[in-house]
């Protein structure tokens, strides 16, 4: 069974700080996704990843991907109170042809931005 | 705009009752998602169909929960009888190949 772990799952910073979210997860895959969800909303896609070695940047936010160690990173430069949010990976096992058929969600990330 | 719209937004009904949640899409797509959050067991994949036939559905909690996908724009999700326990948000989402899913606003149901 596949297994994706968020670390940490609550995580309270500071405006103007830096921070990674970790996501690793237990089986072979090369596609992972993150998401945020703001409180009582739906889901928002932020990032694909698509191979080994693959960075992704939005603003504030940059996602990396090591397949090789089964991780993913969420770093976060110069908080600021708009990116208080909850972040999600998923990870896509590869268990179709037509991908991104199966995904599975980690337990989220809960950042909180502190003035 | 993630092309999802959900029916209801929320819905409040007592134990017993039957509860169908409709799911339509507005742009073209390959793949149909059904998931459930909650608190305690987080974001779970309920049933997923491509190209209208339904592909996997062993995140299906048990056989009160029956999913239909008629035609390439709309399904639905039914619980008969329903009971507290599946109280939670149900997300419907689209998909297509390798790109991301999108999210549609939810369902917020309450079961008493």
């Known amino acids: 069974e596949l297994k994706v772990e968020q670390n940490p799952l609550f995580l309270s910073m500071q405006e103007g700080k830096n921070y990674t979210i970790y996501c690793n997860y237990s089986?072979?895959?090369?596609?992972l996704y993150w998401y945020r969800q703001d409180p009582g909303k739906s889901l928002e896609s932020l990032f694909v990843?698509?191979?080994?070695?693959a960075v992704k940047q939005e603003g504030r936010l940059m996602a990396s991907l090591d397949t090789k160690a089964r991780l993913s990173t969420l770093h976060i430069t110069a908080a600021v109170h708009d990116l208080s949010a909850t972040y999600f990976c998923?990870?896509?096992?590869?268990?179709?042809?037509?991908?991104?058929?199966?995904?599975?969600f980690g337990t989220g990330t809960r950042l909180t931005i502190i003035p | 705009d993630a092309g999802v719209i959900q029916s209801p937004r929320h819905e409040v009904t007592e134990m017993g009752q039957e509860v169908t949640l409709r799911c339509k899409l507005i742009?073209?797509?390959?793949?149909l998602f059904w998931y459930r959050q909650t608190m305690m067991r987080g974001l779970e994949l309920l049933i997923y169909?491509?190209?209208?036939?339904?592909?996997?559905d062993s995140g299906m909690p048990e056989d009160r929960f029956s999913a239909k996908m008629p035609n390439a724009s709309f399904s639905t999700l039914k619980i008969q009888p329903s009971e507290p326990r599946d109280s939670a948000v149900y997300f419907c989402?689209?998909?297509?190949?390798?790109?991301?899913?999108?999210f549609g606003p939810g369902t917020r149901l309450t079961v008493l």
């Open positions: 998923a990870v896509d096992p590869q268990s179709t042809n037509f991908g991104n058929e199966k995904l599975t």
């Open positions: 089986t072979t895959s090369d596609r």
């Open positions: 990843l698509l191979s080994n070695g």
């Open positions: 742009s073209g797509h390959n793949s």
């Open positions: 169909f491509n190209n209208n036939v339904p592909i996997d």
């Open positions: 989402a689209r998909g297509r190949g390798l790109h991301t899913q999108y």
